[in-house]
């Protein structure tokens, strides 16, 4: 496969970098839940079938929600061992799975953490990201967060190429949002559909759109409080 780099704002699906290694998003769940689980829930970890299965349809910090079978994780998972992304753990009564993400992929920790999160969340902005990834590494800021996107972004062609892109600006948006390209290139055709009917129809977003990104911010930060309170581990 031919690389190419392209200019980080890419409007087009066709000019949108290509990384080697292709996921489908049922790999790339199964995956990212075994990262997730690693650094969240590490006593539990390495994770049994039933408990990884259980963790790929969680229906919080999920975008898209599944309802994956134990076949389908089963699946996934032999593709992934195939690829050295994934190893079975046999030392207990019950088989067990963990990831070989970053030796496989050729990361830093703090890159496969944001690789990570994207594959279970979808696309999000750097302070998004910063905000998501705190009980998997704690980021010092949010342009540390942005320093390493960029390295994936610019990553060369003789390391395997581009691992994420930053999209295009959605309309009202105040920041951009970041994609990774694990699964194959990201499709802007939707988004660009979306700005020119927000032109032709004359409708302003921008400040209802903001106004809703504040609230949610707003309540993402009281639940974390109120659970570091409580105790209760948050999802």
């Not at 080697?20 to 690693?38: D, F, G, Q, Y």
């Not at 920790?109 to 998004?128: D, I, N, Y």
Request: hydrophobic fraction near 40%; aromatic fraction near 4%.
């Amino acid at each position: 496969m031919t690389l190419t780099h392209t200019p980080h704002d890419t409007t087009s699906p066709e000019s949108t970098p290509k990384p080697t290694l292709i996921l489908s998003p049922l790999e790339a769940r199964v995956l990212a839940t075994l990262m997730e689980k690693a650094r969240t829930v590490p006593d539990s970890y390495p994770l049994s079938l039933n408990a990884l299965t259980l963790g790929c349809n969680q229906k919080t910090t999920r975008e898209p929600v599944m309802n994956l079978s134990d076949a389908e994780v089963l699946e996934a998972l032999a593709s992934l061992k195939e690829r050295n992304l994934v190893r079975e753990n046999s030392g207990s009564r019950v088989t067990r799975f963990e990831h070989n993400f970053q030796r496989g992929i050729g990361v830093p920790e703090q890159s496969a953490v944001l690789l990570g999160v994207l594959m279970l969340r979808g696309p999000q902005t750097a302070a998004e990201l910063r905000l998501n990834t705190e009980r998997w590494y704690k980021f010092a800021d949010v342009s540390s967060v942005e320093g390493f996107l960029e390295e994936l972004q610019d990553r060369s062609i003789e390391k395997g190429g581009a691992l994420v892109v930053k999209l295009a600006k959605a309309p009202g948006a105040r920041e951009q949002r970041w994609a990774q390209l694990l699964c194959g290139p990201v499709d802007m055709a939707p988004m660009a559909a979306l700005r020119s009917l927000d032109r032709d129809s004359g409708v302003d977003t921008g400040e209802r759109i903001e106004r809703l990104e504040a609230e949610v911010a707003a309540l993402r930060e009281t639940v974390q409080r109120l659970c570091a309170e409580l105790g209760v581990e948050m999802h």
